[in-house]
């Protein structure tokens, strides 16, 4: 089994910061990719930010510049440092992994989600 368990959202007033965590943790034998993902109600999910294994980042439009993800190998963790956030940075945020399980080895990849984290900007 494996687990991504999302910390630090909250509320914060436009132009605040936050700093989002996700660590994994199970039977995992690599983490290839890991992201940040958003949702606004009746909204599709949409990538916010990914890192590679090699700390490769990409970045969604509306947050480059304000936004940076991190990653920790040794500890299969990421964050994601908010800054300038705007009231339509609003949104359940959702930790992301492509990984490969103990159990199968390095071929077999599997994607694993986070319960996710509310952040809310306003005033």
């Known amino acids: 089994q494996v687990q991504l368990v999302e910390s630090g959202g909250g509320l914060v007033q436009p132009g605040g910061s936050l700093r989002l965590s996700c660590a994994a943790s199970?039977?995992?034998?690599?983490?290839?990719?890991m992201a940040w993902y958003r949702q606004d109600p009746g909204k599709q999910r949409e990538l916010v930010a990914n890192i590679d294994s090699g700390g490769s980042t990409t970045y969604a439009d509306p947050v480059v510049g304000r936004f940076t993800i991190s990653r920790d190998n040794a500890k299969n963790t990421i964050t994601l440092q908010m800054n300038t956030l705007k009231p339509e940075d609003t949104a359940v945020y959702y930790c992301r992994a492509v990984l490969s399980l103990s159990a199968y080895g390095s071929a077999q990849k599997f994607i694993y989600w986070g319960q996710g984290t509310q952040v809310t900007v306003s005033s």
């Open positions: 199970g039977s995992i034998a690599r983490i290839n990719t």
